[in-house]
């Protein structure tokens, strides 16, 4: 099992920047996918930035060259860095990990860009 505790939101403004993590209770080299998901209030949950094996990523075309996902298998942790944010960034945002046969979720960091 695997306690994903999310940092880093908060409240700023537009074109203002963030960086999230994700700090992990166990090893991270142990798992298979990991990524970031976002909740805008009264929408779907959906997937933001994905690392599939290092140096291997996924991001939503909404941000595409404005947001980055890495992961630092020292400390365990991931991350999310969040430039030129925007109002419609606003939401949620989730730490997902994924091993064979389990999911591991985040409570989540709630980002809110001003407007």
């Known amino acids: 099992q695997l306690q994903l505790v999310e940092s880093g939101g908060g409240l700023v403004q537009p074109g203002g920047s963030l960086r999230l993590s994700c700090a992990a209770s166990?090893?991270?080299?142990?798992?298979?996918?990991m990524g970031w998901y976002r909740q805008a209030s009264g929408k779907e949950r959906e997937l933001v930035a994905r690392?599939?094996?290092?140096?291997?990523?996924n991001y939503a075309d909404s941000v595409k060259g404005r947001f980055t996902i890495s992961r630092d298998n020292a400390k365990n942790t991931m991350y999310l860095q969040m430039n030129s944010l925007k109002p419609e960034d606003t939401a949620v945002y989730y730490c997902?990990?994924?091993?064979?046969?389990?999911?591991?979720w985040g409570q989540g960091t709630q980002v809110i860009v001003t407007s």
């Open positions: 166990g090893n991270i080299r142990t798992v298979n996918e």
């Open positions: 997902n990990m994924r091993r064979v046969l389990n999911d591991y």
């Open positions: 690392i599939i094996t290092e140096g291997n990523t």
